[in-house]
C-alpha cells in the first residue's frame, strides 16, 4: 500500500490597515460604546426576524454578550472577523488564537470554544442516529466544520456500521502547509478493530479549490482496493474546501 502526499501552495494574503483618522474634539468616542435603537439591536431583530438576518459581526455579539470593561462588544465583533478573515475561520481557531484580542478574556475564549464544539458534537449525534447515506448534507456539514479552515492538510476517516451509520470519526493523518502522508494500512487496521462495514474518507484543501490532485485520485483507487480485499467499502472520498466539496463518488470514482 502507497503513501499519500500531495502539494499545495497558498499565497500569503497581506491585509494593510487603515491609517488613524483624527477626531474632533467635540465628537463621540466610539469606544464608550453606542446607543443602538432597540429595534436594531441583534438580539431583537433575532426574535423578531429569525437568526439568518444577522450580520456575523452580530452573531458573535449575541455569543459574547457583553465586553470586558473599557471594550465596546460589537468593537470586540469587528476586532475578531478581522484578526481571522471569517467567520469560518474564526470558528477553527484554538484557545491561543485568540491571544492578544483586546476585550477576549479566558472566559470569552472559553465560551467561543465551547459553542463550536457543542455544533461539533450536535452533527455527529445526528450522524449517529440515522443512515448516512441518506444524510450526505449532514455528512459535507460535519467536515467543512471539522477540517473546512484547517492551515494545514488533515485527513479524517468515517467508520460506519452495516447500516451506514457513524461508529466513529477519526483523524487519520495531519500534515503541513504543503505535505501530507497518508498510510492506506493503518485505516484498514482501524477499519478491522472497529468493525466497520464501510467508509467514508475525507481530506482538507487549505487552498479553497476541491479539485482532486493526481496523488488524491491514486490514494482513492488504493484505499478502495485494499478495503475490498477485507470486504469493507469506501463510501465516498470528499475533498473539503472552505465553501465546497468534491465527491469521487459523484464524480464517479475517476
Not at 470586558?68 to 476586532?79: C, I, K, N, W
Not at 487496521?189 to 484543501?205: E, G, T
Request: aromatic share 6%.
Amino acid at each position: 500500500m502507497s503513501d499519500y502526499a500531495s502539494t499545495i501552495g497558498d499565497p500569503m494574503l497581506d491585509f494593510a490597515r487603515s491609517p488613524p483618522v483624527a477626531r474632533p474634539a467635540d465628537a463621540p468616542n466610539p469606544r464608550r460604546g453606542r446607543k443602538w435603537p432597540k429595534h436594531d439591536m441583534p438580539r431583537e431583530r433575532l426574535i423578531d426576524q429569525g437568526p439568518a438576518v444577522l450580520s456575523d459581526t452580530e452573531m458573535i455579539v449575541l455569543v459574547l454578550g457583553s465586553g470586558l470593561p473599557g471594550h465596546d462588544v460589537f468593537s470586540v465583533a469587528r476586532e475578531l472577523l478581522d484578526r481571522f478573515g471569517s467567520l469560518r475561520a474564526m470558528l477553527d481557531a484554538t484557545y491561543a488564537d485568540f491571544d492578544g484580542l483586546r476585550g477576549i478574556g479566558p472566559a470569552k475564549k472559553a465560551q467561543l470554544l465551547a459553542i463550536m464544539e457543542m455544533a461539533r458534537r450536535s452533527l455527529v449525534d445526528k450522524m449517529r442516529r440515522r443512515s448516512l447515506m441518506n444524510s450526505p448534507e449532514a455528512v459535507e456539514d460535519y467536515l467543512r466544520l471539522l477540517i473546512g479552515g484547517r492551515p494545514q492538510e488533515v485527513f479524517v476517516s468515517l467508520f460506519l456500521d452495516a447500516r451506514h451509520r457513524l461508529i466513529r470519526s477519526e483523524e487519520s493523518a495531519r500534515g503541513t502547509l504543503t505535505r501530507m502522508a497518508v498510510y492506506p494500512r493503518e485505516i484498514v487496521r482501524r477499519a478491522l478493530a472497529l468493525n466497520a462495514a464501510s467508509l467514508i474518507v475525507a481530506h482538507n484543501h487549505p487552498s479553497g479549490a476541491v479539485q482532486p490532485s493526481a496523488s488524491d485520485c491514486s490514494l482513492t483507487r488504493t484505499l478502495r482496493e485494499a478495503l475490498a480485499l477485507i470486504d469493507v467499502q469506501l463510501v465516498d472520498h470528499l475533498v473539503i474546501g472552505a465553501d465546497s466539496v468534491y465527491s469521487f463518488a459523484r464524480a464517479g470514482w475517476p
